[in-house]
């Protein structure tokens, strides 16, 4: 379905700013729920706060619940795409939607999000005409695959129309660094969070430890090998030698599978006994979840460009113990900012917690330390920075800013 609703461009209380008609065109479907998605639509209402018109489109069908500037061209089918599960949009009638949406809207910019990815926002590129296109490239992955050389080239060609190019971290940017053509500008932009929000939750007495059952969480689709659920139960089963009382609390979509997972190991129904599955929760219970908790696990194995959970949890004030994947490593200051263990070793893992759970001093610190970093990724500070951007490709285009 096509239909235009973005509104008219407000006056903005930034002098530098004038009020901007931006398009974003999603890869991915708005009908689930993901880190781009979310990033878009985060970012979006950012925009918009300050003056600007914004509208989105994105492959799949329209929800009850999706904003009315989000544009849908009815149609997607889902591929497994770095250890996920990405809905997508390619063929012809892709590109003619996608395009005429780009003609209708007028936009001053065009902001392509993942163009690399076969779907929607890969066809504005072949456009004539079209007004200057910024890139943001989310994708990390590591080590680069053989088979993706195969693509190198011809993305190379097919990406020499974009004005600039926004990395969401430095291994972002390392992989998109293989296909993208010099010429274009680099800009290492983080993802963006709503920090106060963050900050300002409540902790809520359901989540909250004690010294003797202090608590410890996890967040994300439990079912995705890469999100690292099962390091995070192994590490628990070693935490719980030492601390009989701790509580784990799990947040994100999978619980009955894993929890029967869990009932089938030796040992299994004991160790079931510790966890709480909380299911999907809304952002304010999520912000209230960090909040309450005495630590933070981010046991991911692979496939992150950023760590938005870790960003968040941090913002939260809640210490973190994280895998030492490059994006973490980057994100938490090369572990300035949270404790970081060897990928995949879950005794590691527990031997970080336990060190935590044992010395609230050294919690303290590290909640501090995490509490200043998220400041560099909050939304004020991340739109301020991509509107640089779009301010130089309107400078190298058209010259329409200033
Ligand atoms: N409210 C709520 N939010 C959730 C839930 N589960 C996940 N989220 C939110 O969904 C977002 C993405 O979560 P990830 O687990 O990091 O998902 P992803 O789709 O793999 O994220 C990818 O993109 C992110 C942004 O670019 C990257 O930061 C991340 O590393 C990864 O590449 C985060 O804001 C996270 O808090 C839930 O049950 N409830």
Same mark, same amino acid.
């Given at each position: 379905?096509?239909?235009?609703?973005?509104?008219?461009?407000?006056?903005?209380?930034?002098? !530098?700013?004038?009020?901007?008609?931006?398009?974003?065109?999603?890869?991915?479907?708005?009908?689930?729920?993901?880190?781009?998605?979310?990033? =878009?639509?985060?970012?979006?209402?950012?925009?918009?706060?300050?003056?600007?018109?914004?509208?989105?489109?994105?492959?799949?069908?329209? /929800?009850?619940?999706?904003? $009315?500037?989000?544009?849908?061209?009815?149609?997607?089918?889902?591929?497994?795409?770095?250890?996920?599960?990405?809905?997508?949009?390619?063929?012809? #009638?892709?590109?003619?939607? /996608?395009?005429?949406?780009?003609?209708?809207?007028?936009?001053?910019?065009?902001?392509? *999000?993942?163009?690399?990815?076969?779907?929607?926002?890969?066809?504005?590129?072949?456009?004539?005409?079209?007004?200057?296109?910024?890139? /943001?490239? *989310? #994708?990390?992955?590591?080590?680069?695959?053989?088979?993706?050389? $195969?693509?190198?080239?011809?993305? *190379?060609?097919?990406?020499?129309?974009?004005?600039?190019?926004?990395?969401?971290?430095?291994? #972002?940017?390392?992989?998109?660094?293989?296909? %993208?053509?010099?010429?274009?500008?680099? *800009?290492?932009?983080?993802?963006? =969070?709503?920090?106060?929000?963050? &900050? $300002?939750?409540?902790?809520?007495?359901?989540?909250?430890?004690?010294?003797?059952?202090?608590?410890?969480?996890?967040?994300?689709?439990?079912?995705?090998?890469?999100?690292?659920?099962?390091?995070?139960?192994?590490?628990?089963?070693?935490?719980?030698?030492?601390?009989?009382?701790?509580?784990?609390?799990?947040?994100?979509?999978?619980?009955?599978?894993?929890?029967?997972?869990?009932?089938?190991?030796?040992?299994?129904?004991?160790? &079931?006994?510790?966890?709480?599955?909380?299911?999907?929760?809304?952002?304010?219970?999520?912000?209230?979840?960090?909040?309450?908790?005495?630590?933070?696990?981010?046991?991911?194995?692979?496939?992150?460009?950023?760590?938005?959970?870790?960003?968040?949890?941090?913002?939260?004030?809640?210490?973190?113990?994280?895998?030492? &994947?490059?994006?973490?490593?980057?994100?938490?200051? +090369?572990? %300035? !900012?949270?404790?970081?263990?060897?990928?995949? !070793?879950?005794? @590691?893992?527990?031997?970080? =917690?336990?060190?935590?759970?044992?010395?609230?001093?050294?919690?303290?610190?590290?909640?501090?330390?995490?509490?200043?970093?998220?400041? !560099?990724? @909050?939304?004020?500070?991340?739109?301020?920075?991509?509107?640089?951007?779009?301010?130089?490709?309107?400078?190298?285009? +058209?010259?329409? $800013?200033?």
């Amino acid at each position: 379905m096509l239909c235009m609703s973005s509104q008219e461009p407000a006056s903005t209380d930034r002098p !530098d700013e004038r009020p901007l008609r931006v398009g974003i065109v999603c890869p991915y479907s708005f009908e689930t729920p993901g880190g781009v998605q979310n990033h =878009i639509r985060d970012f979006s209402e950012a925009l918009m706060r300050r003056g600007h018109s914004v509208s989105v489109f994105a492959p799949g069908r329209r /929800t009850k619940d999706m904003p $009315l500037w989000v544009q849908t061209n009815g149609s997607s089918f889902a591929v497994p795409y770095n250890g996920s599960w990405a809905h997508l949009s390619y063929f012809l #009638a892709a590109g003619l939607q /996608t395009r005429r949406w780009v003609r209708q809207g007028q936009f001053d910019i065009v902001h392509l *999000h993942e163009p690399e990815a076969p779907s929607v926002s890969h066809k504005p590129l072949v456009m004539r005409g079209a007004p200057p296109m910024v890139a /943001t490239f *989310h #994708a990390s992955i590591e080590p680069y695959p053989k088979a993706l050389h $195969l693509f190198q080239r011809y993305l *190379h060609s097919y990406l020499e129309p974009l004005s600039e190019a926004i990395f969401v971290s430095p291994a #972002a940017q390392r992989t998109a660094d293989h296909y %993208l053509p010099v010429s274009i500008s680099r *800009h290492v932009i983080p993802n963006g =969070i709503d920090r106060a929000s963050y &900050l $300002l939750a409540r902790p809520d007495r359901r989540w909250q430890g004690t010294l003797e059952h202090p608590t410890i969480g996890f967040l994300g689709r439990l079912e995705e090998e890469r999100k690292g659920f099962s390091v995070f139960v192994d590490a628990a089963a070693r935490v719980l030698e030492r601390h009989p009382g701790a509580r784990f609390l799990v947040v994100g979509d999978g619980g009955a599978e894993a929890a029967k997972a869990i009932a089938e190991r030796d040992g299994g129904a004991a160790l &079931l006994e510790r966890f709480e599955f909380l299911g999907r929760v809304d952002d304010d219970a999520k912000a209230r979840f960090y909040k309450s908790l005495d630590v933070y696990v981010a046991p991911q194995t692979g496939g992150e460009s950023f760590g938005i959970v870790l960003a968040e949890a941090m913002a939260a004030g809640c210490p973190v113990v994280a895998s030492d &994947l490059p994006a973490f490593v980057d994100v938490t200051e +090369q572990g %300035l !900012d949270a404790e970081l263990f060897a990928n995949r !070793d879950a005794a @590691d893992c527990a031997e970080r =917690i336990c060190a935590l759970l044992a010395d609230p001093a050294r919690r303290a610190r590290l909640g501090k330390a995490g509490l200043k970093r998220s400041g !560099d990724f @909050d939304w004020e500070r991340v739109v301020d920075e991509v509107l640089a951007v779009y301010r130089s490709a309107l400078a190298d285009g +058209q010259g329409a $800013l200033s």
